[in-house]
């Protein structure tokens, strides 16, 4: 089983849009969480950490729920600049290890 | 530059030969991850090396891939015997090193990768 599992997608949505990824993680010893962001034929980049009481950044915004052991990210008002892959990543302390999903891809139409 | 390094960008390389591919770090950063990730699909850990603690090999597919680093600098991965299946992109990540109890960004560094292409 991987470590993290997403819906590789593609979601296809208009500008203005609200749309929503979610993603599963195995390890109930995963200690820190993350959304990275991918462009095309690009190195992954950090969007935002994810913290365990949810947290924001803009029209980003990040939720945790360790009991169910999934991580959202929420988009709101999409802009065209958003369509990419969105990685779900976890971090198990101990090995200090990254474990990246498989990518959620985001196209935003005009 | 300030950023993590990666040569050469691209390499076309034929079955049976041996590659090697190289990351310098961002200077200061004592983590090093070394990833995998075939076209369309997501990243495979290969291998990560923390300060002079021996690295952990766990994520390297075969014993035809090593990879070595001297101290906090430039690490070298090298696949030997090239197989078609080796064809991907080779990401390199640096990060900060983790104090006992200190903050975690969760930020790693990525270089632009090394497109390998085995004919």
């Known amino acids: 089983r991987k470590e993290v599992e997403q819906d590789p997608g593609p979601f296809n949505v208009p500008e203005g849009a609200t749309v929503a990824f979610n993603c599963t993680y195995s390890n109930s010893a995963s200690q820190s969480f993350f959304w990275y962001r991918q462009d095309c034929r690009k190195e992954p980049k950090l969007l935002m950490s994810?913290?365990?009481s949810g947290n924001e950044d803009g029209r980003f915004t990040a939720q945790l729920n360790r009991a169910s052991q999934y991580i959202s990210l929420l988009i709101r008002d999409s802009k065209l600049s958003d369509s990419a892959t969105y990685l779900c990543?976890?971090?198990?302390?101990?090995?200090?290890?990254?474990?990246f999903g498989s990518g959620t891809k985001l196209n935003v139409k005009p | 530059g300030a950023g993590v390094s990666q040569s050469p960008s691209n390499k076309v390389t034929e079955k049976g030969k041996d590659v090697e591919l190289r990351c310098d770090p961002i200077?200061?950063?004592?983590?090093l991850y070394w990833y995998r990730q075939r076209l369309g699909q997501g990243l495979e850990f290969l291998i990560y090396?923390?300060?002079?603690?021996?690295?952990?090999k766990s994520g390297l597919p075969s014993d035809r891939f090593s990879a070595e680093r001297t101290g906090e600098s430039v690490s070298t991965l090298t696949i030997q015997r090239t197989q078609q299946e080796d064809s991907a992109v080779y990401l390199c990540?640096?990060?900060?090193?983790?104090?006992?109890?200190?903050?975690?960004?969760?930020?790693?560094?990525f270089g632009e990768g090394s497109r390998l292409t085995v004919l």
């Open positions: 200077s200061g950063h004592t983590a």
């Open positions: 090396f923390q300060g002079n603690s021996a690295p952990d």
């Open positions: 994810v913290y365990s």
């Open positions: 990543v976890v971090k198990i302390y101990n090995f200090n290890k990254f474990y």
């Open positions: 990540a640096s990060s900060l090193a983790l104090l006992a109890g200190g903050p975690d960004t969760g930020e790693l560094f």
